[in-house]
């Protein structure tokens, strides 16, 4: 090669390079004080659109009367980290809007420290974008306008890309169309959900949900992953969902929540509204205490028994989760009782395929583990101690809606039941339904997961 060219190449290499870093020397710290300090902004959204890409901004103690929209990528840093930091968003949309529907590509944001209260919706709203950290934040007291039934695909004045939110009309957290992002150390309560993941505005999928608390959430669950309708898409025929899938829910505490209307400790639902997809995530060593509805739901709505194409509901997998005092399952999904884990494909039909339910510790509960599926769900080296029923095949719903014919099964085999002596024997839980299999049993505890242990502490 001609050296002369060689050498071209090593410098437009080298310029790139310096490129690079003049790029990351440039990037700024901004200041924002309640005080009018001088050289600070006075408040978060000044400062916030004086941005440039790779910017920190650090906001002072204070509190602060904001709808903060964040279009570029920069990291917005409460100055304490010890929830001093309030954005106050009474009368407002949202506390904090990460807009990349209008800012495509948008990547690399983070949020951290704050109290964010009193929205009309979100405390925080991510809208397609990827990458973003939402960390070590109080949000609560949100969705002050919900909840609203029966008001169609938006609620009150709600924007276009929250296609199904007319029971809760927002909630503490809200990701949509967002990917490869991280939600951790949060702390949410008293909104209409804790953290939800949807797919409104495009796929949701490979994000972390670790060490968040969710509780006392009333209307609606603490943590959910649960596909909607796309953008747009209108009755009666709605296009085909986006998809939440691949994301993991791990080590967090989700207790009391949907006790007022009905909520799970973890969702993972698809809305009946058209073809969804939740599939191939994660929930484990998690807590799920007391809440309204089961303490992992899994709900499916529509599918071959209406004529209509079956949901994505494959692959979820339930593993270590401490779960205790929840209650049941309602409507297409019902439950007999109070239920640790419900598997439902509701009225629709739609098979559910791959579940991998194992590890968990289920206490307090008349059915540990409900399956109302036409399909095998399989549960392995779990304890189920409820001491009423271990595993439940429902069968009522499970071949459409009016249908008895069992087409589902669960294989329950070792399980640890509450004794030695296995299920059916006094003091061990035991099964109902047809087609329920749980021989070999185990004689003696799986051991928890040091993680759901320390949890119950």
Request: hydrophobic letters at 35%; one cysteine or more; charged letters at 15%.
């Amino acid at each position: 090669m001609n050296s002369a060219i060689v050498r071209l190449r090593r410098i437009a290499g080298l310029v790139s390079v310096l490129a690079a870093l003049s790029c990351v020397a440039s990037a700024a710290t901004l200041c924002v004080t309640a005080s009018h300090h001088p050289g600070c902004y006075s408040t978060i959204q000044s400062a916030v659109s004086a941005a440039a890409g790779g910017d920190v901004i650090q906001v002072w103690p204070g509190t602060y009367k904001e709808d903060v929209t964040i279009g570029v990528s920069l990291s917005l840093l409460a100055f304490d980290n010890a929830g001093d930091t309030i954005i106050d968003a009474t009368g407002l949309a949202n506390g904090i809007f990460v807009d990349g529907l209008d800012n495509k590509g948008l990547a690399n944001v983070v949020i951290a420290g704050f109290t964010v209260e009193n929205a009309q919706y979100e405390g925080v709203v991510v809208v397609n974008a990827s990458d973003v950290t939402v960390r070590d934040n109080r949000i609560v007291h949100n969705d002050q306008i919900g909840p609203v039934f029966g008001s169609g695909p938006a609620c009150n004045g709600q924007p276009a890309f929250e296609t199904d939110e007319s029971g809760d009309c927002g909630g503490g957290l809200h990701l949509l169309g967002v990917s490869h992002s991280v939600v951790s150390g949060n702390y949410l309560t008293q909104d209409g959900d804790g953290i939800l993941i949807s797919d409104d505005t495009g796929p949701s999928h490979d994000n972390l949900l670790i060490h968040n608390i969710a509780v006392d959430n009333p209307p609606e669950c603490g943590i959910v992953l649960a596909s909607h309708p796309p953008m747009g898409s209108a009755p009666p025929a709605y296009a085909k969902h986006y998809g939440v899938y691949h994301n993991t829910v791990a080590e967090n505490i989700s207790d009391r929540n949907g006790v007022t209307v009905g909520g799970s400790g973890v969702g993972l639902f698809s809305d009946g509204e058209g073809q969804g997809r939740t599939s191939q995530n994660v929930v484990i060593d998690n807590e799920l205490i007391g809440n309204g509805i089961p303490g992992v739901a899994l709900h499916s709505h529509v599918g071959p028994a209406f004529g209509l194409p079956a949901d994505d509901m494959n692959g979820n997998m339930i593993i270590g989760n401490y779960i205790a005092g929840n209650g049941k399952d309602t409507d297409d999904t019902a439950t007999d009782g109070p239920t640790g884990i419900n598997i439902s494909s509701g009225q629709g039909g739609t098979p559910v395929y791959g579940t991998v339910i194992t590890g968990n510790t289920i206490v307090d509960e008349d059915e540990d583990v409900t399956a109302d599926s036409p399909s095998e769900v399989d549960a392995h080296l779990n304890n189920l101690l409820g001491g009423k029923i271990g595993a439940a095949n429902v069968c009522a719903l499970d071949n459409g809606a009016g249908s008895s014919l069992c087409t589902g099964s669960i294989d329950a085999t070792q399980n640890f039941w509450g004794c030695r002596a296995g299920p059916g024997s006094r003091s061990c839980s035991t099964t109902s339904g047809a087609s329920v299999v749980f021989n070999p049993w185990l004689s003696s505890a799986v051991p928890e997961s040091s993680s759901s242990s320390q949890n119950q502490h």
